[in-house]
């Protein structure tokens, strides 16, 4: 569209005040502002359409959110430039979701819509429109026996998968009859998750709704996209993912955007897909870390998701092998509702799971409490193998030797140059640096003198060499950060794989080892025992049941809390006992915390500007990256929406003075030390 000209400077009839959010992320400039709609551009300028306006001498973009008859302004206003493009990008329902994220997160409205909106393609805007499914559309019809609603000419949801959970198929019912349940699932070990997110999906479509769905990476959505295409047949969904490029991605925005499709699913990208008569909300593993939006305001896509359900009635579910602690706050608070197998049907769909580290295994071999690979691990493996089955082993580390230390002392070897860890890359390879990258190649440890090294940390590539040598002849294949697997045949076979990168096997695998868990465990960070309990599950998950020969190990002291969770496959129990330390302790998300990290004299200005709720405690300083330093606020979870006000003020008076140091806001960040 082209800009205004000096004639066309005279308002619109009707409605000649558009309100607009300028894309200028400055908390003091966190609200919209009037403009006058020129004649010329009534017409397109409608609300959600992308703008050019004047502001502060510079032309900038903006999104134009809503037109009124007045404004309350008692200046003179000025004119929209330009309407850059006539497509209305911005839904009324994602508008509001936005705003409601940039609440809750202490942000700029602004910033929040650069995540929700993708870049505009103008090539992709100019495609002929796809003419939407009439199946999408049309009224629902029952399916047989009972199961959920199908479009016509569809096949029928079949609910079997979620009869194996009490309360599933009462689940999907509700969402074909167009109400909006809310759950939070807890798969069984060996369930095709994609199929039951399918199910879910086509029973809220049958009801006449459309779905958006996140997980956490490309791997789980080519699943997902999978089983929705055999499910619900091809075209009526897109996917939404920041690795698709500009084109493709700017196409399947607007294909939800216009109504042609039904579902969108996606990676955290996806969690502001628009959509029209939103009817359900989902999200696969909400602990994995990839769902925190990296950007600010560095909102999560499970509280996303969860604030578009209130705020569209929607339904909502939250699945995963494990539970975290924020999703059995909403089962406790009686928000959602739990959905679980019974313990028969868990013992039926289990493997059988054994730690190392118990008294009858010390007795049998002493040498487990310390050893890599214990005996009950190994010859778990070497009968597993001999029954031509794969076998998993999960490390948690990447790499050769991450990590290594003097072989005399056992001193950590330090890089001379910036004392970062040195690790070993390869067999024959001079010690690295894993910060600086620097090749110490002479190594002397400073505290004893000595030359040579030794594994503080094992890598999967080592241990992939290492079980080579155990196991001649049979086939070694690594899943990583360089190469993910997404599958591997039957048949003998060793598989070893960092967490998250875990391949499928055909059958499943006859053996899981857990190695190395102290590296898991022994972390600095609150979640450490949750996200452990999580990485093992969702190995674990793919072993065969115990009734066909199905085994798991794990390298750990069985009386630990994760390992008894593992051994019991109860993560309810463990997400009930993390809740209730928390809430003794006064840590998320049991309480509302919020951190501030920058320079100490940056950090120390914006809490004297901030007025802090009433029962508001800081904590800190304690030491951040780059010499900065972060302090925590912390208030009970009714107060959080006055912290994060008070917050996001005293960043609005800091950065309409143009402070020099900038700080950094995270409310409920991942990280707390």
């Known amino acids: ?119 505009r393609h103008a090539r992709v805007e100019k495609e002929p429109r796809t003419t939407p499914d009439p199946a999408a559309t049309a009224p629902a019809a029952t399916a047989p026996g009972g199961g959920a609603a199908v479009p016509p000419g569809r096949a029928a949801v079949d609910p079997r998968g979620w009869r194996d959970y009490p309360a599933g198929p009462a689940y999907l019912s509700a969402l074909a009859d167009g109400r909006a349940p809310r759950a939070v699932w807890s798969a069984l070990a060996g369930e095709d998750w994609a199929a039951r997110y399918a199910d879910a999906v086509a029973a809220a479509v049958a009801g006449g709704r459309g779905a958006v769905v996140v997980v ?59 959509m029209d008569r939103l009817g359900l909300v989902a999200i696969w593993d909400d602990g994995d870390d990839l769902h925190a939006e990296p950007r600010a305001p560095y909102p999560h896509a499970r509280e996303v998701l969860l604030t578009r359900a209130r705020l569209a009635e929607a339904a909502a579910l939250v699945g995963g092998w494990t539970r975290t602690a924020e999703g059995q706050l909403l089962v406790e608070t009686g928000w959602a509702r739990e959905v679980v197998a019974e313990r028969a049907t868990l013992r039926a769909r289990t493997p059988a799971i054994a730690p190392t580290g118990d008294d009858p295994q010390l007795a049998r071999d002493p040498g487990a409490a310390t050893a890599r690979l214990p005996s009950l691990a190994w010859t778990t493996a070497r009968d597993t193998l001999r029954t031509d089955a794969p076998v998993l082993v999960q490390v948690p580390r990447r790499g050769y030797l991450p990590s290594v230390s003097c072989a005399d002392c056992r001193t950590p070897a330090r890089c001379p140059h910036c004392a970062g860890p040195l690790a070993l890359r390869a067999a024959d390879a001079p010690p690295a640096c894993r910060w600086c990258g620097r090749v110490t190649a002479a190594y002397a440890c400073p505290q004893c003198g000595g030359r040579r090294l030794r594994a503080a940390v094992t890598g999967a590539r080592r241990t992939a060499e290492e079980l080579g040598r155990a196991f001649p002849g049979v086939p070694v294949r690594t899943s990583g950060r360089d190469e993910v697997l997404a599958d591997v045949p039957a048949g003998a076979g060793l598989v070893i794989a960092t967490p998250g990168a875990e391949p499928v096997a055909e059958g499943g695998y006859g053996a899981v080892l857990l190695l190395d868990s102290w590296a898991l465990l022994t972390r600095a960070d609150l ?87 009433d029962g508001a405690e800081v904590l800190g300083p304690v030491p951040a990256d780059q010499d900065r330093e972060r302090m925590l606020v912390r208030v009970p979870r009714s107060r959080a929406a006055a912290l994060a006000e008070a917050l996001h003020t005293a960043a609005g008076v800091r950065s309409a003075r143009r402070a020099a140091e900038p700080v950094r806001l995270q409310v409920d960040p991942l990280s707390l030390f």
């Not at 309990?533 to 049941?545: E, I, N």
């Not at 509302?592 to 004297?608: C, P, Q």
């Open 1 to 119: 569209m082209t800009g205004t000209t000096p004639s066309d400077r005279r308002p619109a009839e009707g409605s000649p005040v558009a309100r607009v959010c300028v894309d200028v992320p400055l908390p003091h400039l966190d609200r919209p502002f009037d403009y006058l709609v020129p004649a010329g551009l009534a017409a397109d300028a409608v609300p959600g359409v992308r703008v050019k306006v004047r502001f502060a001498g510079q032309l900038v973009d903006g999104w134009l959110l809503e037109r009124v008859d007045a404004s309350a302004h008692g200046g003179r206003l000025a004119y929209l430039e330009k309407v850059v493009s006539a497509e209305p990008v911005l839904a009324p329902e994602v508008a509001r979701l936005a705003r409601a994220v940039a609440d809750r997160y202490a942000g700029s409205l602004a910033d929040v819509l650069r995540l929700a909106v993708p870049p």
């Open 216 to 274: 956490a990476d490309a791997r789980d959505l080519d699943r997902l996209d999978a089983a929705l295409t055999a499910l619900l047949g091809p075209g009526r969904h897109v996917t939404l993912s920041a690795a698709l490029g500009p084109a493709r991605r700017y196409r399947a925005f607007l294909a939800a955007r216009r109504g042609e499709v039904p579902v969108v699913i996606g990676t955290r990208a996806a969690m502001f897909a628009p």
């Open 527 to 613: 979640r450490a025992g949750e996200e452990t309990l999580r990485r093992w599950l969702s190995a674990a998950a793919l072993a065969r049941p115990a009734s066909a020969g199905g085994k798991v190990v794990v390298v750990a002291d069985g009386a630990l809390a994760p390992v008894q969770a593992l051994l019991r496959w109860d993560p309810g129990w463990f997400a009930a006992r993390e809740l209730a330390e928390r809430r003794e302790l006064g840590f998320p998300p049991a309480v509302k915390m919020a951190s501030v990290t920058g320079g100490a004299e940056a950090v120390a200005d914006l809490l004297a500007q901030a007025r802090l709720p």
